[in-house]
């Protein structure tokens, strides 16, 4: 990866953040608004967006237009490229982020319900956002996806199925659409964030301490540096564990 010697470094360009209301995704939102991006915030409570956008103008970034829908609503998902075309005719990143753990649980009990939700919100919406953005990703000069995996998409973990498996196979859906987009000016890469302190964190490891973890706000500097316009890699994966190793090796 590019290092980000501006703070500017994305001025001008238009970034859609799914699952922008909490956690790793609102401190992404703010991070690419401190780097100069004009925000499209979407989750599906309007007033958690708005606390995003507060957030950002308070530390100095344009309003972000609000977004607010399920994930699991295909006919709205699919509505968002018309949408958001007719608003900016381009968009230069999309932060492929919401996503939810469903239940750990054995396969044997999985029930109809959570396999379908976290099947829906995890993979299916991202499949159709990467449909209905295309065309709007192809007329940005430097279009950047990230997509927000997870370790748990090895599918070594006993009770981690339903999760596991929508992981596994978003991976398989960042790749076959990084190397759909090989030959254009779009990257497509993936980040495994590993443990970070938000309220998915907390519903897998109720026990655990969240001051142990790195923080939403320290890992998104990670996203900006898959943002930048002269990234080069497509098709690849990113750990935030290593990640952090690098950081802490550069400033020691
Ligand atoms: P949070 O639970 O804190 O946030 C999840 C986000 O997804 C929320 O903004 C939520 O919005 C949104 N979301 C969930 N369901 C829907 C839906 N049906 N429609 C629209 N938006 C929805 O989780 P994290 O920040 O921890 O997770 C972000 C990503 O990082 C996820 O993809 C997760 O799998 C991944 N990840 C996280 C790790 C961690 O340790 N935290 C580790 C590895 C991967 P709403 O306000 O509408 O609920």
Wanted: with cysteine; aromatic share 6%; net charge neutral.
């Amino acid at each position: 990866m590019s290092k980000t010697e501006t703070s500017r470094l994305l001025e001008g360009k238009t970034a859609l953040v799914t699952g922008a209301s909490r956690g790793i995704g609102r401190a992404v939102a703010i991070e690419l608004a401190h780097h100069g991006a004009h925000l499209v915030l979407q989750g599906r409570v309007a007033g958690a967006l708005e606390e995003t956008d507060d957030a950002i103008r308070a530390a100095g970034g344009s309003p972000a237009t609000i977004l607010p829908l399920n994930l699991m609503q295909s006919d709205r998902v699919d509505a968002m490229g018309p949408t958001l075309f007719q608003r900016f005719g381009h968009l230069d990143i999309f932060i492929a982020n919401a996503g939810v753990l469903g239940a750990l649980t054995p396969l044997a009990h999985t029930t109809d319900q959570i396999w379908q939700h976290t099947m829906s919100v995890n993979l299916e919406a991202n499949w159709r956002l990467v449909r209905t953005l295309n065309p709007l990703l192809q007329r940005a000069e430097a279009g950047r996806v990230v997509f927000v995996s997870s370790g748990a998409a090895s599918g070594k973990k006993a009770y981690w199925g339903p999760y596991a498996v929508s992981k596994a196979g978003l991976d398989a859906l960042a790749r076959t659409y990084a190397a759909e987009v090989a030959s254009t000016a779009i990257k497509v890469n993936i980040i495994n964030p590993g443990p970070i302190a938000t309220a998915m964190r907390a519903k897998a490891f109720p026990g655990e301490d969240p001051a142990t973890l790195p923080s939403p706000e320290q890992i998104a500097p990670m996203f900006i540096e898959l943002c930048d316009p002269n990234l080069e890699e497509n098709g690849a994966t990113f750990n935030g564990r290593e990640w952090f190793v690098a950081k802490k090796t550069q400033s020691d």
